[in-house]
């Protein structure tokens, strides 16, 4: 199935692709278009060999595209087309492209098992690490962060905000980053996030207050609400050879499973 890839169209050569691709689709009929149980719509325009000749420089031009989802598929991909490389069906993968200004991506947000901790234990603990961050108190029925750099936490006795140092906003760390290292690490000595039982993850498919609804109502768990990370920082992680951490982005759009397939055999 194919990875989805966005590419940035802030400048000409996405801008001119993105542009291609909208004054054709407006011009033809779709091949496929049709609605999914849950309510997705998928609209389909087959580009037939010779009708895409002015497309094809336009896509060349862009000087990056960037694997937002199917890091899985690429990497498996990647080891068959090494295994066999005399194979050209295995030399290849499909590619959703996407122009950034339309990929959404939504928070995985972080669901701890605490030891019980009251209010004042809470901001004890964010005292602890005030080298890195400010805290207040908010009303539970705040909304969400409204922009990166800022954590909101949820227990079922009280809500606070944090936000993080400024010389640890321009580092290039996303938000995810931040709360593993100076907040699960330093404190509940979380050092893999990945396999500790303390912590689960919570898709941002909910909005915030279904997110507290479902999670920090639960005497010794807290919410943690991220804001989503950014395309930019999606791409400035890549450029810089960086990697982001385990379950930071729920990307959307997502294809309906089985609609277009890549035979390899």
Same mark, same amino acid.
């Given at each position: 199935e194919p990875v989805l890839c966005m590419y940035p169209d802030g400048d000409a050569q996405g801008t001119d692709a993105a542009t291609w691709l909208e004054a054709w689709t407006a011009a033809h009929r779709p091949d496929m278009d049709f609605s999914t149980t849950d309510r997705i719509r998928h609209t389909v325009w087959l580009v037939r060999a010779g009708e895409a000749s002015d497309l094809e420089p336009l896509l060349n031009a862009i000087p990056a595209?960037?694997?937002?989802?199917?890091?899985?598929?690429?990497?498996?991909?990647?080891?068959l087309a090494e295994k066999y490389p005399d194979? !050209?069906?295995k030399q290849h993968v499909l590619a959703y492209a996407v122009p950034a200004s339309q990929l959404a991506i939504r928070p995985y947000h972080r669901v701890l098992r605490h030891p019980g901790w009251d209010v004042g234990r809470w901001e004890e %603990?964010? #005292?602890t690490v005030s #080298?890195?961050?400010?805290w207040q108190r908010i009303d539970g029925g705040a909304p969400a962060p409204s922009s990166v750099g800022h954590v909101h936490v949820h227990t079922a006795e009280q809500s606070w905000a944090l936000a993080w140092n400024e010389g640890l906003q321009t580092a290039g760390a996303v938000d995810? #980053?931040?709360l593993q290292e100076h907040l699960f690490q330093r404190i509940f000595g979380i050092s893999d996030a990945r396999k500790d !039982?303390?912590?689960k993850y919570a898709p941002g498919t909910l909005d915030s207050a279904?997110?507290? %609804?479902?999670y920090a109502g639960q005497p010794g768990q807290a919410l943690f609400e991220l804001h989503s990370v950014? !395309?930019?920082?999606l791409m400035h992680t890549s450029d810089r050879g960086g990697f982001l951490p385990p379950k930071s982005t729920w990307i959307e759009p997502k294809l309906r499973s089985g609609l277009f397939i890549h035979e390899i055999q």
């Open positions: 595209m960037y694997l937002a989802d199917g890091h899985h598929r690429i990497a498996s991909s990647l080891r194979a !050209p069906s %603990a964010f #005292d #080298d890195c961050l400010s995810a #980053d931040l !039982p303390r912590l279904g997110l507290k %609804a479902e950014t !395309p930019e920082q």
